[in-house]
């Protein structure tokens, strides 16, 4: 650090500030994790500097033969860890993956048969008619996933998101006595929207999915199957998702984070059937910028380090904390969505303390436990002050937490709930955003934290 000490201290000192928070705390974010040093290491080279839109091997800029053997293993890497049939390294994030499914999965299905029909090679032989009809053509597609109270994401056709803007949107929920995805359901929805594209994959449901049903579901109304499996890659790249809960068998298009379960740096990958892969390899510059070659090579260390026998038993431990965690946490009288959880994450629903999320959150911060608010199915409080906390194990669990470490996190979060009275606003109802703690305990947990 004394390197970026010369040049800005105030950036050497957050880094180190950092370092302090992420090892002083428990750090219980779903999506968060412990990139190996390998892998960090790997981020700060001079691969950064060089440019290399394209793919590997049809570059549009010169020079591109290192960057060309970096992507080459990395996707080697990516194809083998998850035996899928083609991959793509670029994307920078979970989002940018997102977009350029969405953007193959559009090549594919509606811009490549409409330039056959009409006899053109590429757009650039459209007339403008014909291409203002195919642009229109675009935006009539149909999306349909989870809703965002029932664990989905912005990126499954949300109107604060890109996705909500450039298609229309049917959302599935969950069933409201079980918090369960309700397949029937769906696929009864399905028939009426009949969506170009059924979206499967989630932030906040605490549960496996059957992907060998959602690709009956999608094949039975004609749409493409694109699983968003960001938050749990982990699990399927450590064999605890397998059969009908590994995705790939059975989706057409898969994208994904690098940095959550699994455990690499930060960015996206895409996975796809050899038919969807000439559109997914037009990613960048059609929806992404340059590749950061820098990070395509630290997601080579992390899928090589994801293909060794003790990823498997990290994944495993993952998922047996998270039910020691939820056990831990329903014994002791939190209530949780769904009553438990078979993947990474536990959704509390804090309103039984008389709690929103955001007091929750804030006052488990206060006490060293790092979370994020989460809505509930149907939640009355919105997505700003929410009514639920969600929490997960893959970070933990990288710093070696088993069942005994788990079950005292249990104890310490319920600690803190019981201790925290919402604020009253000016009026007397209890505010959304206010609380006080009892006396000594966010102290005393903060202490029981770092030294766990
Ligand atoms: N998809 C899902 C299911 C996610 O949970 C997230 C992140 O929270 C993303 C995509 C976006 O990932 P990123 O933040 O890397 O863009």
Not at 141 to 161: C, E, Y
Not at 179 to 194: C, S
Not at 218 to 241: P, Q, R, S
Not at 378 to 391: F, H, K, L, Q
Request: contains cysteine; aromatic residues 8%; negative net charge.
């Amino acid at each position: 650090l004394s390197v970026i000490e010369a040049v800005e201290p105030r950036i050497a000192a957050a880094t180190r500030a950092e370092l302090t928070d992420q090892r002083g705390s428990l750090k219980l974010i779903a999506s968060e994790n412990y990139a190996s040093l390998p892998v960090l290491l790997t981020m700060g080279t001079w691969l950064s500097d060089k440019y290399a839109e394209g793919t590997s091997g049809h570059r549009f800029y010169a020079g591109c033969q290192n960057v060309d053997t970096v992507e080459d293993v990395a996707a080697e890497h990516a194809r083998e860890l998850f035996g899928a049939e083609y991959a793509y390294v670029q994307p920078h994030s979970g989002i940018d993956a997102n977009l350029v499914a969405y953007w193959s999965i559009l090549a594919h299905r509606i811009e490549s048969p409409a330039l056959e029909r009409l006899g053109a090679k590429t757009v650039n032989d459209l007339s403008e008619e014909d291409w203002e009809d195919l642009r229109a053509t675009f935006n009539a597609q149909k999306v349909m996933g989870m809703s965002l109270d029932a664990g989905g994401h912005l990126t499954h056709g949300f109107r604060h998101n890109i996705s909500g803007k450039m298609f229309r949107q049917h959302s599935y929920g969950t069933n409201p006595e079980t918090g369960l995805i309700d397949y029937d359901k769906l696929l009864a929805d399905a028939r009426e929207f009949q969506p170009l594209i059924l979206v499967a994959g989630y932030s906040a449901y605490p549960r496996r999915v059957n992907f060998a049903r959602m690709r009956e579901i999608a094949d039975e109304v004609g749409a493409t199957l694109f699983v968003d499996m960001a938050h749990f890659a982990g699990l399927v790249a450590g064999k605890v998702f397998t059969g009908e809960e590994n995705p790939i068998p059975y989706a057409d298009v898969v994208a994904s984070t690098t940095h959550k379960s699994l455990r690499g740096p930060r960015g996206g990958f895409v996975l796809a059937t050899k038919e969807y892969a000439s559109s997914v390899d037009r990613g960048c510059p059609m929806v992404l910028g340059g590749p950061l070659s820098h990070v395509m090579a630290a997601k080579a260390l992390a899928f090589a380090e994801a293909r060794q026998q003790s990823f498997q038993v990290y994944a495993q431990q993952v998922a047996d904390n998270a039910k020691v965690l939820a056990e831990g946490l329903m014994k002791r009288g939190v209530k949780l969505v769904t009553d438990g959880t078979d993947n990474h994450l536990v959704l509390m629903d804090v309103s039984s303390f008389g709690l929103t999320g955001r007091q929750a959150e804030s006052a488990l911060l206060d006490s060293g436990v790092v979370t994020n608010r989460n809505s509930v199915p149907n939640d009355p409080n919105g997505a700003w002050y929410t009514s639920g906390v969600r929490i997960g194990t893959p970070a933990l669990t990288s710093r070696g937490f088993g069942a005994a470490e788990f079950d005292k996190v249990a104890e310490l979060i319920t600690d803190v709930l019981k201790a925290t009275t919402p604020v009253a606003t000016a009026a007397g109802a209890p505010g959304k955003a206010k609380y006080t703690i009892a006396d000594g305990v966010a102290a005393r947990t903060h202490a029981a934290a770092s030294e766990l």
